[in-house]
């Protein structure tokens, strides 16, 4: 779904729009009106959609909201590259986040994003499919690398024994980066990592 800096993502239980013996779908007009409305605050934003939901009667659950702003990545902050399906790729993947973090300035995190990148590349040569692979990097409160692949299996930790010739890339990105993670995608899978920036 395309967003804008300063929108909104809206986040809640169903508790909050959902009343026995109403359409769910009011609860959810309710919610969209209240929350298109400008607020001078984050909490007043909460605050003006939980009024407008919390006059309804019948309201027996628990309820949650979440909601974040969204204020967007600048382009000369995002670069991304295509790879093929060849295992030369890791070599290539490590030369351009290698460039692209000296054109940053950000030259002192080149050697642990190297690594980490070029063990996702490599399991991501190894199990897609079809398609071809996308390696994006993001600079903004940290840096984030991300490597997506056609494959829907989410990749796990191992524990490699010393004799194993896979199933230590994972272990090398967990121990490395500030966190890490996968997620699903429509079309496979992105696996990710972030790193800490350095001080100035």
Same mark, same amino acid.
């Given at each position: 779904? %395309?967003?804008? %800096?300063?929108?909104?993502?809206?986040?809640?239980?169903?508790?909050?729009? #959902?009343?026995?013996?109403?359409?769910?779908?009011?609860?959810?007009?309710?919610?969209?009106?209240?929350?298109?409305?400008?607020?001078?605050?984050?909490?007043?934003?909460?605050?003006?959609?939980?009024?407008?939901?919390?006059?309804?009667?019948?309201?027996?659950?628990?309820?949650?909201?979440?909601?974040?702003?969204?204020?967007?990545?600048?382009? #000369?902050?995002?670069? #991304?590259?295509?790879?093929?399906?060849? %295992?030369?790729?890791?070599?290539?993947?490590?030369?351009?986040?290698?460039?692209?973090?000296?054109?940053?300035?950000?030259?002192?995190?080149?050697? %642990?994003?190297?690594?980490?990148?070029?063990?996702?590349?490599?399991?991501?040569?190894?199990?897609?499919?079809?398609?071809?692979?996308?390696?994006?990097?993001?600079?903004?409160?940290?840096?984030?690398?991300?490597?997506?692949?056609?494959?829907?299996?989410?990749?796990?930790?191992?524990?490699?024994?010393?004799?194993? #010739?896979?199933?230590?890339?994972?272990?090398?990105?967990?121990?490395?980066?500030?966190?890490?993670?996968?997620?699903?995608?429509?079309?496979?899978?992105?696996?990710?990592?972030?790193?800490?920036?350095?001080?100035?």
């Amino acid at each position: 779904m %395309p967003v804008a %800096p300063g929108d909104r993502l809206v986040m809640c239980t169903d508790g909050l729009v #959902e009343v026995r013996g109403e359409d769910i779908g009011v609860g959810l007009a309710t919610l969209c009106e209240s929350a298109a409305h400008p607020a001078a605050s984050m909490d007043d934003a909460c605050d003006t959609i939980i009024r407008a939901l919390n006059t309804r009667g019948g309201r027996k659950d628990d309820v949650a909201l979440l909601m974040a702003r969204l204020n967007g990545i600048e382009p #000369e902050d995002v670069a #991304e590259w295509r790879l093929s399906l060849d %295992p030369v790729e890791a070599r290539r993947a490590r030369s351009v986040v290698r460039e692209q973090l000296h054109d940053w300035g950000l030259a002192r995190l080149a050697d %642990p994003a190297e690594s980490m990148v070029s063990e996702l590349v490599t399991n991501a040569v190894r199990h897609t499919h079809s398609r071809r692979i996308e390696l994006r990097l993001v600079r903004g409160d940290t840096l984030l690398c991300e490597v997506a692949d056609d494959d829907h299996t989410l990749p796990t930790l191992l524990s490699a024994s010393p004799g194993d #010739e896979f199933g230590r890339g994972l272990r090398i990105v967990s121990t490395l980066a500030r966190e890490w993670g996968t997620s699903r995608t429509s079309t496979g899978k992105t696996v990710w990592f972030e790193l800490t920036l350095p001080r100035r």
